[in-house]
């Protein structure tokens, strides 16, 4: 299963950007799809997520994007969005989306328990 992760870019602070997550057709339903962004030297951190059908759509973030970025599904288009508002210098990293069918709501925030990744899209915050 591959994923497709775009919309990266270089923007002011206090800006907008919106990522993309093209998920296959056929799995896209099923999926619990996250994003996830690493900087040099650290190790990847969690974003936010957004169940599946089986898990109700329901969506949760980290506490340091919270009220900022939203994560969406569009059925339609099988893709994930994470539009991020307000952006902040500390946002600035490779920002990834992973893929999973089965994932405990336990595990969500832990990037070892996706099986599929996206390419990295490098989102840069300029002060």
């Known amino acids: 299963v591959q994923l497709q992760a775009s919309g990266g870019g270089l923007v002011q602070v206090g800006g907008s950007l919106r990522l993309s997550c093209v998920v296959p057709?056929?799995?896209?339903?099923?999926?619990?799809i996250g994003w996830f962004r690493q900087t040099p030297g650290k190790e990847r951190e969690f974003v936010a997520v957004?169940?599946?059908?089986?898990?109700?759509?329901?969506?949760y973030y980290s506490d340091a994007v919270k009220g900022r970025f939203t994560i969406s599904r569009d059925n339609a288009e099988n893709t994930v969005y994470l539009q991020m508002n307000s952006l902040r210098p500390e946002d600035t990293a490779v920002y990834y989306c992973?893929?999973?069918?089965?994932?405990?709501?336990?595990?969500?925030?832990?990037?070892?328990?996706?099986?599929?990744w996206g390419q990295g899209t490098q989102v840069t915050v300029s002060s």
């Open positions: 992973a893929g999973d069918f089965s994932i405990m709501t336990s595990e969500i925030r832990v990037p070892r328990s996706y099986e599929y």
């Open positions: 057709r056929g799995t896209f339903s099923r999926q619990t």
């Open positions: 957004i169940r599946g059908s089986s898990g109700g759509g329901r969506t």
